[in-house]
């Protein structure tokens, strides 16, 4: 429960910045869509070495060994600023011929690089708060994962309108002070996340470790760090790739599919919310000697899934009309929005299915298994599948063929998962 208000707050991040961008107008809405690809993919790299650093962790503090948990969160860290300055110096180079490849017009490059060069300044630092996040939850304090996630959002939406439409003293930026406040607000979490890990947790220690041990726990990070985060960049990846489809289709396909997606992410969030605990939860209780409770926890959170999935998909049909129509004016948009909300939801208990199979593959050191179902899901099925669905009904089409890529993908997820737990002699075949 205290990380699903925090994944609410952090999705509502997203979806205020749109919300804010979109008062700018269509072309301003359709910049900030443009980069959400780009900034996934720098995400997802922070959430691939935080799932690494949990999964360890877990198992550590299952076992009793919280000092080897401290050294490892250190190196972690450590590792995070180095990965983070390669991030930020490619990314402030590679802006223009990036999105020139994702099909931005020069209509709306002005808008990307300001928001671009502002949020790339951020990056170090929001990297090092989703790794940390994942270092509290692996040694149970979730209220303090949540809380910092709440305070990052919650400040973001604060800082939002002060920066974009120049409220009093504060400047007017445009589509850049979406980008500047999510520096403030990533700034200001990390500064207290790093003071709660080094004085209320004693996860991390200050003095600098031996090379060899530096490098051990590199290794082992990575071990489970490569493919977390291969996993987990494929999809905005797929994004990009959705994107640059749809921007043949013009700028009102692009900003409608760009609210679709901050949506799509608020109607997984309690998903979003289990895949943050479900692998802490597995990891110290396989640490403990406890596989059976912990694999009796991953089948009901499965189940789960799917029902709550379904009663998700209602309410936003119901609501699709008053969603489109909070977000643009323009009726090319809302039609986008509103047939987006008709067809991917209903496959959204699916999408769940392969999320929670996912990160839980990695804590049951199948990192690769889990790799593969990701470019199974978005290279064998959900690209190519959305591509086709375009050529035969435009951006309906593709919607239709990336539902479907969700549902076979559910299928295909959760039957080597159930190989996996067969194998470990936790469940009958």
Same mark, same amino acid.
């Given at each position: 429960?205290?990380?699903?208000?925090?994944?609410?707050?952090?999705?509502?991040?997203?979806?205020?910045?749109?919300?804010?961008?979109?008062?700018?107008?269509?072309?301003?809405?359709?910049?900030?869509?443009?980069?959400?690809?780009?900034?996934?993919?720098?995400?997802?790299?922070?959430?691939?070495?935080?799932?690494?650093?949990?999964?360890?962790?877990?198992?550590?503090?299952?076992?009793?060994?919280?000092?080897?948990?401290?050294?490892?969160?250190?190196?972690?860290?450590?590792?995070?600023?180095?990965?983070?300055?390669?991030?930020?110096?490619?990314?402030?180079?590679?802006?223009?011929?990036?999105?020139?490849?994702?099909?931005?017009?020069?209509?709306?490059?002005?808008?990307?690089?300001?928001?671009?060069?502002?949020?790339?300044?951020?990056?170090?630092?929001?990297?090092?708060?989703?790794?940390?996040?994942?270092?509290?939850?692996?040694?149970?304090?979730?209220?303090?994962?949540?809380?910092?996630?709440?305070?990052?959002?919650?400040?973001?939406?604060?800082?939002?309108?002060?920066? &974009?439409?120049?409220?009093?003293?504060?400047?007017?930026?445009?589509?850049?002070?979406?980008?500047?406040?999510?520096?403030?607000?990533?700034?200001?979490?990390?500064? &207290?996340?790093?003071?709660?890990?080094?004085?209320?947790?004693?996860?991390?220690?200050?003095?600098?470790?031996?090379?060899?041990?530096?490098?051990?726990?590199?290794?082992?990070?990575?071990?489970?760090?490569?493919?977390?985060?291969?996993?987990?960049?494929?999809?905005?990846?797929?994004?990009?790739?959705?994107?640059?489809?749809?921007?043949?289709?013009?700028?009102?396909?692009?900003?409608?599919?760009?609210?679709?997606?901050?949506?799509?992410?608020?109607?997984? &969030?309690?998903?979003?919310?289990?895949?943050?605990?479900?692998?802490?939860?597995?990891?110290?209780?396989?640490?403990?000697?406890?596989?059976?409770?912990?694999?009796?926890?991953?089948?009901?959170?499965?189940?789960?899934?799917?029902?709550?999935?379904?009663?998700?998909?209602?309410?936003?049909?119901?609501?699709?009309?008053?969603?489109?129509?909070?977000?643009?004016?323009?009726?090319?948009?809302?039609?986008?929005?509103?047939?987006?909300?008709?067809?991917?939801?209903?496959?959204?208990?699916?999408?769940?299915?392969?999320?929670?199979?996912?990160?839980?593959?990695?804590?049951?050191?199948?990192?690769?298994?889990?790799?593969?179902?990701?470019?199974?899901?978005?290279?064998?099925?959900?690209?190519?599948?959305?591509?086709?669905?375009?050529?035969?009904?435009?951006?309906?089409?593709?919607?239709?063929?990336?539902?479907?890529?969700?549902?076979?993908?559910?299928?295909?997820?959760?039957?080597?998962?159930?190989?996996? &737990?067969?194998?470990?002699?936790?469940?009958?075949?």
């Amino acid at each position: 429960m205290p990380m699903l208000l925090a994944i609410i707050s952090m999705m509502l991040l997203g979806v205020v910045d749109s919300y804010f961008v979109s008062l700018l107008g269509t072309e301003e809405l359709a910049a900030v869509s443009f980069t959400l690809p780009v900034t996934f993919t720098v995400i997802s790299i922070g959430l691939g070495i935080g799932m690494s650093l949990g999964a360890l962790v877990s198992r550590l503090i299952g076992a009793g060994e919280h000092a080897h948990a401290a050294r490892l969160t250190t190196d972690t860290q450590i590792f995070t600023i180095c990965v983070a300055a390669l991030l930020v110096g490619f990314g402030l180079w590679s802006i223009e011929p990036l999105f020139m490849l994702l099909g931005a017009t020069d209509n709306v490059m002005p808008d990307i690089k300001g928001y671009m060069h502002y949020w790339y300044l951020g990056t170090p630092f929001l990297l090092l708060i989703l790794v940390s996040n994942n270092a509290f939850r692996a040694i149970g304090n979730v209220k303090a994962s949540a809380w910092l996630s709440t305070l990052m959002a919650v400040s973001n939406a604060i800082f939002d309108p002060l920066f &974009i439409f120049g409220v009093g003293p504060f400047p007017e930026m445009g589509v850049a002070g979406a980008a500047f406040a999510t520096v403030l607000a990533v700034v200001l979490t990390w500064t &207290i996340s790093f003071f709660t890990l080094l004085r209320k947790e004693h996860l991390l220690q200050l003095n600098w470790p031996e090379l060899p041990t530096l490098l051990t726990n590199w290794r082992r990070l990575l071990t489970i760090a490569i493919p977390a985060v291969g996993s987990n960049i494929m999809t905005p990846c797929a994004a990009a790739a959705l994107t640059a489809i749809v921007a043949q289709s013009g700028a009102e396909a692009v900003a409608g599919f760009g609210v679709g997606s901050r949506v799509e992410s608020l109607a997984l &969030i309690l998903v979003f919310a289990l895949s943050s605990v479900l692998p802490m939860f597995i990891g110290q209780n396989i640490g403990a000697g406890k596989p059976e409770r912990a694999y009796s926890a991953l089948m009901t959170c499965l189940r789960f899934s799917l029902v709550f999935q379904v009663v998700v998909y209602l309410l936003l049909l119901i609501a699709s009309e008053a969603i489109a129509a909070t977000f643009s004016s323009d009726e090319q948009v809302k039609q986008v929005i509103r047939t987006f909300l008709l067809i991917l939801p209903l496959t959204y208990g699916a999408h769940g299915v392969v999320i929670l199979a996912m990160v839980s593959l990695n804590v049951l050191k199948r990192p690769k298994l889990a790799l593969l179902i990701t470019l199974v899901r978005l290279l064998v099925l959900y690209v190519p599948l959305a591509f086709i669905g375009f050529k035969v009904a435009n951006v309906t089409g593709m919607f239709v063929g990336a539902a479907l890529a969700n549902i076979i993908a559910a299928g295909v997820a959760y039957k080597l998962l159930r190989n996996v &737990i067969h194998q470990q002699g936790a469940l009958p075949y």
